[in-house]
């Protein structure tokens, strides 16, 4: 199940949820991601982020997390899997992103969620802006993100 | 119509977030249509002609140039993607 939302979200009602979602759970992964404080991307000097905006493209961007959530359920016995993106303005230290994953075996929820994350980096159309006291500027994908989606094409050629 | 839709780096340059368009006679691919609007949007051009990185989604689904244009399909131009 996915979600793309304002709101704040509970981590722990989220893994309570995927309890519940039936199977012969073994395992749940989750993954949270959070709006870091500093800055330290560009030219490596440290700034303090005031705050980021997070736009997306509504519509593609739910189709989008699906294919990758279905993706993930191909590669993995994932039992179920939930996907919560956050956009508009969000405060350093707030949470971002979750993504959790129930299966029979650890492994199997440390991969598919592993997979679901990197694949959220540069496969689902957002986009943040973030704010500190000097400026604003776009955040610009990483190479590291590239990189990460070129071992799960290697894997699946192999 | 042609319904174009602009998002974050690419929206702020081109200056407006979307824009109704027929296809132009005569184009029928990304390329085209890309190729129309650097005549017609300066910002637009200086967009093409920079270094940056532009994606282009046709109905919702990332595309190449060459993807044929139907005439009331959904173009979105936007710069690499910065999720999660």
């Known amino acids: 199940m996915i979600s793309i939302q304002t709101d704040d979200f509970d981590l722990n009602d989220e893994i309570q949820k995927l309890r519940r979602k039936g199977g012969d759970t073994g395992a749940i992964v989750t993954f949270t991601g959070l709006v870091r404080e500093f800055d330290s991307h560009k030219n490596n000097q440290t700034k303090a982020v005031k705050y980021l905006h997070l736009e997306h493209y509504s519509g593609m961007t739910e189709k989008s997390v ?3 959530v279905e993706e993930a359920m191909t590669r993995w016995p994932v039992l179920a899997a939930r996907v919560i993106h956050r956009i508009g303005k ?5 949470q971002i992103v979750m993504v959790g994953i129930s299966s029979g075996h ?12 990197d694949y959220l980096k540069s496969k689902a159309p957002f986009w943040k802006k973030q704010y500190t006291d000097q400026d604003s500027h776009w955040i610009e994908s990483r190479e590291t993100d590239v990189d990460a989606l070129r071992r799960w094409q290697d894997l699946n050629a192999k | 119509m042609l319904n174009i839709h602009y998002f974050a780096s690419i929206r702020e340059i081109v200056g407006k977030d979307s824009e ?11 390329k085209d249509l890309v190729e129309h609007l650097s005549t017609v949007n300066p ?3 200086s967009l093409v002609d920079s270094e940056k990185k532009i994606l282009v989604a046709v109905n919702q689904t990332v595309a190449d140039e060459s993807c044929m244009l139907s005439k009331n399909d959904e173009v979105a131009f936007f710069p690499p993607m910065t999720g999660g």
């Not at chain 1, 969000?90 to 707030?94: A, H, R, S, T, V």
């Not at chain 2, 109704?20 to 990304?30: D, F, Y």
């Open chain 1, 66 to 68: 699906e294919t990758i």
């Open chain 1, 90 to 94: 969000l405060n350093p230290g707030d």
């Open chain 1, 106 to 117: 650890r492994k199997d929820a440390f991969d598919a969620a592993e997979f679901i994350m």
């Open chain 2, 20 to 30: 109704h368009l027929e296809l132009p006679s005569g184009a029928s691919t990304v």
């Open chain 2, 43 to 45: 910002a637009f051009k």
